[in-house]
């Protein structure tokens, strides 16, 4: 996503940009899983650059996960419930779900942040920190959006906005590295980047 079509679906609800999205890429190739709950590869198109998302996080998280899954209705694994996206396009997928929660979400359940915090950005700091993935898939994904720094920057601004009214946020928590965990770069790496994000809390 570059920021010119950033800046056209900026607005949009999260069921708006879903509906967008299966519109730009078209539905699920397959569904998620197949009956038995397990990944079904047919669904993935990683080779072009994409993931694939759960239409129906807004309502429950980590429905890729087997256990997940298995509470939830089979329908949500379902192809027309499937949004396929880039990693921009994923972050500002969980940002909209935490602007636009579900009603029917489960009330235990903070749907939207964690995807943000936890995994994808700080997949993207890395990469817009220098790391190179040895992933022939992950590279395929980052590679789509290696020179579109300026749309995560103006997409966590976003974020931003919608948590400084949150008491349990904290621009830290947009400050992690992913691979640190497993030796293979780390915050340190990191810092002028960091930087950056700590300036679109002010």
């Not at 730009?24 to 590869?41: E, Q």
């Not at 509470?71 to 921009?88: A, H, S």
């Not at 590295?177 to 994000?197: F, H, P, R, T, V």
Request: overall charge negative.
């Amino acid at each position: 996503m570059n920021m010119s079509e950033y800046q056209n679906v900026k607005g949009f609800t999260y069921l708006e940009y879903c509906d967008y999205l299966q519109e730009k890429y078209g539905i699920g190739l397959a569904d998620y899983m197949t009956k038995s709950y397990n990944p079904n590869p047919k669904c993935k198109r990683t080779k072009e650059g994409l993931i694939a998302h759960h239409k129906k996080e807004d309502t429950m998280i980590m429905l890729s996960t087997k256990e997940i899954a298995q509470m939830c209705p089979f329908e949500w694994q379902l192809k027309k419930n499937i949004v396929y996206c880039d990693y921009l396009e994923h972050l500002l997928l969980h940002i909209l779900i935490c602007k636009y929660p579900s009603e029917n979400k489960v009330d235990f359940v903070s749907t939207g942040i964690g995807g943000v915090v936890n995994f994808i950005t700080p997949e993207l700091n890395d990469l817009y920190s220098g790391w190179n993935t040895n992933q022939v898939w992950r590279k395929n994904c980052h590679d789509r959006v290696s020179a579109d720094k300026d749309v995560y920057l103006a997409i966590l601004k976003q974020f931003v906005d919608i948590e400084k009214d949150n008491p349990a946020f904290e621009i830290d928590m947009l400050c992690h590295s992913l691979n640190q965990q497993y030796g293979l770069w780390d915050d340190a790496c990191n810092k002028k980047l960091y930087a950056e994000i700590k300036l679109l809390s002010e």
